[in-house]
């Protein structure tokens, strides 16, 4: 059962991306000679994004934070394709 925190005054959503460079995408896709073994190690969940005219790989990790309370009341990580509105339901 979740604590009520209806009477909160005030909260905030974060939408934090992985900042990666140019070199480090070009990691990320994995060569096709790979033996298996390491292409488990490899993240293949990880997508694309744009923000501010950048273009960025990874995660997106959402936070519904109360403020009065300092703490975190619900999250949702997704891939950084995933646009803040399709989650933000969830979130509230």
Request: proline share 3%; charged share 35%; glycine share 2%.
């Amino acid at each position: 059962m979740r604590p009520d925190f209806s009477n909160s005054r005030a909260s905030f959503r974060d939408a934090s991306v992985q900042h990666n460079h140019k070199a480090e995408n070009e990691q990320i896709k994995t060569p096709q000679d790979w033996p298996e073994a390491k292409g488990r190690q490899k993240d293949t969940e990880a997508r694309f994004t744009k923000k501010r005219k950048k273009t960025l790989f990874g995660y997106k990790n959402r936070a519904n934070v109360d403020v009065q309370h300092k703490l975190i009341r619900d999250h949702e990580v997704t891939d950084a394709s995933v646009h803040d509105s399709q989650v933000f339901e969830e979130l509230c």
